[in-house]
């Protein structure tokens, strides 16, 4: 089956660094677009990132463009999320997601079990 497995996350100060990390498995990685979500504590998931299956092609939400960089290598059977200039209020649990298509759609296939990133101001 898919396995969708997330590290990389920890506490960092405001205007920090982490990366986070997502190994893929069970899956034709090339096939699959990839993406980034978060879920911060009483509020709902929402997108943070998806890049396509080469990796030509990636999309963010707003708040995140210009901090966060989505990247894949698909030997690796891996995607990052680099995010920079972290804010407090980017504390949340990450997912990684593998999408239905080549392309970031709105129908997943497979969730990662999460990893919490929690940035102190």
């Known amino acids: 089956q898919v396995q969708l497995v997330e590290s990389g996350g920890g506490s960092v100060q405001a205007g920090g660094s982490l990366r986070l990390s997502c190994a893929a498995s069970?899956?034709?990685?090339?096939?699959?677009?990839m993406g980034w979500f978060r879920q911060a504590s009483g509020k709902e998931r929402e997108f943070v990132a998806g890049i396509n299956w080469s990796g030509g092609s990636a999309s963010y939400a707003d708040s995140m463009k210009g901090r966060f960089t989505i990247s894949r290598d698909n030997a690796k059977n891996t995607v990052w999320l680099q995010m920079n200039s972290l804010k407090p209020e980017d504390t949340a649990e990450y997912y990684c997601v593998a999408y239905a298509n080549t392309y970031v759609s709105g129908l997943a296939i497979a969730w990662g079990q999460g990893t919490q990133v929690t940035v102190s101001s």
């Open positions: 069970g899956l034709t990685f090339s096939s699959y677009a």
